[in-house]
């Protein structure tokens, strides 16, 4: 058990040969055994997939840009699958600042905006609220940032 209040801050990355998945309406997103994994105090780990692992032809880049004060700038896209939409539900930075570079290009998912995230065989759910996109698996404990009162954490 991991417990996100002993991830560091800044945020550290990390490779991981878990098998990390995402499904929407039906369709693979994304498919690795090659994933990183950004670890940041009081949040779930965040999977970045490399993007060979993922079906580019179901993503559409969104105008949505973000800021994080760690990795710099980053992209959002939309999953698109048929006639289903779902705008920014993955984000990328392409050009992240140092010492996040292995990161590049590499897509993230929020788990609270498709059908389906997995971490080998276990379905990760969302950490509350809108921001954050870290993963939570019976594998870390919280408390979690993102609810009521944790603005300031």
Known sequence: MESVW?????????????RI?????GAVIADT????RVLETSQAPAWYVP????????????PTLTFCEWKGL???WAVQVGDATVADAAWSYEQPIVPYTAI??????????????WVDDERATAMPGQVYGGWITSEVSGPFKGGPGTAHW
């Open 6 to 18: 002993d991830y560091p801050r800044p945020p550290r990355v990390e490779a991981s040969d878990r």
């Open 51 to 62: 993007p060979g692992d993922v079906d580019a032809a179901l993503l559409v880049a969104t």
């Open 104 to 117: 590049a290009g590499y897509l993230a998912f929020y788990p609270a905006r498709v059908d389906e995230c």
């Open 74 to 76: 980053a992209t959002h």
């Open 21 to 25: 998945r995402v499904v929407h309406a």
């Open 33 to 36: 055994a090659g994933a990183l």
